[in-house]
């Protein structure tokens, strides 16, 4: 399988950041084992949206789009699992 290259919105960036420091390092390593394989056990699709999916990384999760084509992984949101999807 080809390998992807994972892409980070500047939103995520941001929530990325806010997290603390053992958070964030969990959260990147499962954000750069995306790039090997974008769909992991676990992983779930967004209901009312065509390429949008979640994986959970402990109470946090990572909302991100897969493009097939174009090989890229967009990370489009971080957050606590109360309120990420609001």
Do not use: W
Not at 26 to 46: C, S, Y
């Amino acid at each position: 399988m080809a390998r992807y290259r994972v892409e980070i919105a500047r939103s995520a960036e941001k929530q990325l950041r806010r997290l603390r420091a053992a958070d964030r390092r969990r959260v990147a390593r499962a954000m750069v084992a995306l790039a090997g394989e974008p769909f992991p056990a676990g992983f779930r699709k967004l209901s009312g949206y065509d390429d949008v999916f979640r994986i959970r990384v402990g109470v946090y999760r990572v909302l991100y789009s897969v493009s097939g084509r174009t090989l890229v992984i967009i990370i489009l949101k971080i957050g606590h699992r109360k309120d990420v999807y609001r």
